[in-house]
T-cell receptor
Framework: DAGVIQSPRHEVTEMGQEVTLRCKPISGHDYLFWYRQTMMRGLELLIY????????DSGMPEDRFSAKMPNASFSTLKIQPSEPRDSAVYFC????????????????FGPGTRLTVL | RKEVEQDPGPFNVPEGATVAFNCTYS??????FFWYRQDCRKEPKLLMS???SGNEDGRFTAQLNRASQYISLLIRDSKLSDSATYLC?????????FGKGTMLLVSP
C-alpha cells in the first residue's frame, strides 16, 4: 500500500520566490497534518485538517504561510514570499480519526520535503 | 519551560548493552504518549505507545509516570539497527507535541 506521498522531495529556491509543497495522504485517512522540522526547534505542528477543513492553524508561523486541502486526497502548503529562515524539512502526516479516540491513532508521516531558501 | 524535554545525547553504547531514555512533559492534562523513531534523513515512525501500566514490545519497554510527568524508554540487548533518534511525543486533543529527540549510536 502506498504511504503518504510528498513532492517535491527537495526544493532549492531563492529568497522571495513562491514555494508550493504537495501531499497525498493515505487513502481513507481523514486527518492531515503539516509539520516543520529544524535542528533548532525540532518537529513543530503547523496546521491540521479534518475532512478537508482546517482545524488548528495556530502553528503557522506567519501570513507568508498558507495551506489548503481541496479534496480528501490532496493538500498544499505554500510559502510566499520565501525567506532563508524557512529552510527546513516539511513533513506531511495523516491518520484515521475516531472522534474522541483520535489521540490514540497513529500518525503516518511522508518522506518529507527538504527546502532550502538561498 | 519546554513542553517536552529530552536529553539530546548522543548515547554511545556497544552492541548488547541496555540503554534508557527519559522524557518530561509540562502539560499535566496530556492524554496519550508515544515514542517515535527517526532514522537519519527519514521520517518519524511510531515505535510504541506508552501506558501507565508499562508496556513491552520485544526488547523495548516503555513506562509512564503521570504524577511526575515523566516517560521512559528502555532498550535491552541493543542492536546496530537501533541507531536512530528517539522522539518522545505527547498528545493533547489530537495535537502531537514532539521532543527534539535523543540520538542513540550503537557500535560493534
Amino acid at each position: 500500500d502506498a504511504g503518504v506521498i510528498q513532492s517535491p522531495r527537495h526544493e532549492v529556491t531563492e529568497m522571495g520566490q513562491e514555494v508550493t509543497l504537495r501531499c497525498k495522504p493515505i487513502s481513507g485517512h481523514d486527518y492531515l497534518f503539516w509539520y516543520r522540522q529544524t535542528m533548532m526547534r525540532g518537529l513543530e505542528l503547523l496546521i491540521y485538517f479534518n475532512n478537508n477543513v482546517p482545524i488548528d492553524d495556530s502553528g503557522m508561523p506567519e501570513d507568508r504561510f498558507s495551506a489548503k486541502m481541496p479534496n480528501a486526497s490532496f493538500s498544499t502548503l505554500k510559502i510566499q514570499p520565501s525567506e532563508p529562515r524557512d529552510s527546513a524539512v516539511y513533513f506531511c502526516a495523516s491518520s484515521s480519526g475516531q472522534g474522541a479516540h483520535l489521540s490514540y491513532n497513529e500518525q503516518f508521516f511522508g518522506p518529507g520535503t527538504r527546502l532550502t531558501v538561498l | 519551560r519546554k513542553e517536552v524535554e529530552q536529553d539530546p545525547g548522543p548515547f554511545n553504547v556497544p552492541e548488547g548493552a541496555t540503554v534508557a531514555f527519559n522524557c518530561t512533559y509540562s502539560n499535566s492534562a496530556s492524554q496519550s504518549f508515544f515514542w517515535y523513531r527517526q532514522d537519519c534523513r527519514k521520517e518519524p515512525k511510531l515505535l510504541m505507545s506508552v501506558y501507565s501500566s508499562g508496556n513491552e514490545d520485544g526488547r523495548f519497554t516503555a513506562q509512564l509516570n503521570r504524577a511526575s510527568q515523566y516517560i521512559s524508554l528502555l532498550i535491552r540487548d541493543s542492536k546496530l539497527s537501533d541507531s536512530a533518534t528517539y522522539l518522545c511525543v505527547v498528545n493533547f486533543y489530537s495535537t502531537l507535541t514532539f521532543g527534539k529527540g535523543t540520538m542513540l549510536l550503537v557500535s560493534p
